[in-house]
């Protein structure tokens, strides 16, 4: 399983985990905390609970318990000055874990709402709270201690679905693979489990989901908040990518009521980055991955809204406030609106292409995928940024990287130093103007057939993973009707617009549209998903922090 914050990490020490504050930072807490006496056995937190506590203790002994397929495992014991809580408690989740009274005790108790006060205040707690939350995390997803358990076969496409959405969700989960693991014939027995019913999802060892959606895992396990009916948000960003992630920090850290509605994950395209090395302030280069889980908790640090799986379906832009229709039917209503749904990578016209999704295509290189490739040789589609990050780190652990592209080269498509890597590589062959042809294979993708577009010589190659990362279509079908769109369905914005554009929109102002606002007032798109956007992080983070000043203009107009 991948970890949300650093590739490959391994559990920190018990100091920087499971830290015991002083007394005098144990004394800023009290003015805000109510006192609670406990009792050996008494159940403090419960996994599954909802709105659980965020207990100090202040004497006596608390265990805390996880949950694996072999049963319950002691994680650690809480002492005098260490507290609970792990990065479910700041996202508003129900807790992994269950603490239980070992000793007679007292603990200080605030709500998670006190907490977030208090890490959005008191600097120097905030830094110890937030670092042991993030590491209690990657410990948790290291040793596969959490409320879900996944039974599925890698030759599974919507195993690979489902383990892809609790991974990049930062979910921790145990998986067993019907066909390899020993322990998996008495979960499915006592279950009652057949094969035809894979994969499966054991939500809190207690609820069979049979190859669940996205949204019913994302409900199962509590990943959603409950939307109030008739709440009308400040702001709603549609799509955690890193352009609407920033739009989400900046709104929430300056006051404003936040709603973030994702369709799968937070990323979006850069999430499927093993490593960008370009993006200002990671020398060493961070995973989008990594990146968007660091930005996700923050926002959430500062009190934004994460939901989970429920995509937009329908824009209402006539009246005020403004209607976003989701996929389960839900309304959410929004003051105003930041559009960050991106854009996706464009399909081969391939035969047969859908039919491999999941079992050898891919549209991520993930630590997740680059397991799958160790020793093997690996097609890599595509001549952007990204087609070259996911090729020097799939390098890493296969035998051979096959860099397909149309074009004569990479110069004008890919940053100098990615093409150096790839020129430099013993394990990474570059193929120009050259194109798939063909996928065959059983029940996983096993051969595959590309053509020389020069000399019309097709080859056929015993490969099973294929990484298409091509061009970009963008996600605006549910602004049908409403927005402006340009020929290729990007959003045009601010000067984009034109006045034919303006006047078929009816534009109601005096003024002209904001740099990043639609033709709707009140509307903004940022990152990939606009027209004329750089299709770098930097630019789009820094859409997202700007749009949130033209939301504070809009709001007070």
Not at 175 to 187: E, F, H, I
Request: glycine content about 10%.
């Amino acid at each position: 399983m991948t970890q949300p914050y650093e590739a490959g990490a391994t559990e920190a020490p018990d100091a920087s985990r499971f830290p015991t504050l002083t007394p005098a930072q144990i004394a800023r807490v009290a003015g805000h905390a109510a006192r609670r006496r406990f009792e050996p056995g008494d159940i403090l937190i419960a996994a599954g609970q909802a709105d659980p506590p965020f207990l100090i203790v202040t004497e006596g002994l608390a265990e805390v318990l996880g949950r694996s397929p072999r049963g319950e495992e002691v994680i650690t014991i809480h002492r005098a000055g260490q507290f609970t809580g792990e990065l479910s408690l700041i996202a508003g989740h129900p807790p992994f874990v269950t603490v239980r009274a070992v000793a007679r005790g007292e603990a200080l108790e605030l709500t998670r709402e006190c907490l977030l006060g208090l890490v959005q205040v008191d600097t120097e707690l905030s830094d110890i709270l937030m670092r042991a939350f993030i590491l209690r995390r990657i410990g948790l997803i290291s040793r596969g201690l959490g409320d879900a358990v996944l039974i599925g076969s890698r030759h599974s496409p919507d195993t690979s679905r489902i383990e892809a959405f609790l991974s990049r969700n930062g979910h921790p989960y145990a998986y067993l693979d019907l066909d390899r693991d020993s322990d998996v014939q008495a979960l499915t027995d006592r279950f009652q489990i057949a094969a035809r019913d894979i994969p499966v999802v054991i939500c809190r060892g207690e609820l069979v989901l049979k190859n669940p959606t996205n949204q019913q895992v994302a409900d199962c396990l509590g990943l959603n908040p409950e939307l109030a009916q008739g709440r009308v948000h400040d702001v709603v960003i549609v799509g955690a990518g890193p352009s609407g992630l920033a739009a989400a920090v900046y709104a929430a850290s300056e006051g404003l009521d936040v709603l973030v509605l994702e369709t799968s994950a937070p990323g979006g395209q850069a999430g499927s980055s093993s490593k960008i090395e370009n993006y200002l302030g990671f020398p060493t280069g961070i995973s989008g991955q990594e990146l968007a889980a660091r930005a996700s908790t923050q926002a959430q640090k500062f009190g934004a809204q994460l939901l989970i799986a429920h995509g937009a379906r329908k824009l209402t832009c006539e009246r005020r406030p403004f209607a976003i229709e989701l996929d389960g039917g839900q309304r959410v209503l929004a003051r105003s609106i930041v559009i960050a749904t991106g854009a996706a990578y464009r399909k081969l016209v391939v035969d047969g292409l859908e039919r491999f999704e999941g079992i050898g295509v891919n549209y991520v290189a993930s630590f997740l995928e680059g397991r799958l490739c160790e020793g093997e040789e690996v097609v890599v589609v595509g001549g952007a940024n990204s087609a070259g990050q996911a090729a020097v780190f799939l390098a890493e652990t296969a035998r051979r990287v096959h860099v397909l592209v149309r074009a004569g080269g990479l110069a004008d498509t890919m940053s100098r130093y990615l093409i150096q890597r790839i020129e430099l590589s013993p394990r990474i062959t570059l193929h120009t103007r050259t194109e798939i042809v063909g996928l065959d294979g059983s029940d996983h993708l096993e051969r595959v057939r590309w053509r020389d577009n020069t000399t019309g010589v097709v080859e056929e190659h015993a490969i099973g993973q294929v990484f298409v990362m091509t061009g970009a279509v963008p996600s605006t079908t549910w602004l049908a009707g409403c927005i402006r769109l340009d020929d290729k369905g990007f959003v045009k914005t601010g000067p984009s617009l034109s006045p034919d554009d303006l006047a078929a929109a009816q534009w109601p102002l005096a003024r002209p549209p904001h740099l990043l606002e639609t033709s709707v007032p009140g509307v903004f798109a940022v990152g990939d998903v606009r027209a004329g956007n750089l299709k770098r992080v930097a630019p789009a983070v820094g859409e997202g922090s700007m749009a949130v000043s033209f939301v504070h203009q809009v709001l007070h107009e």
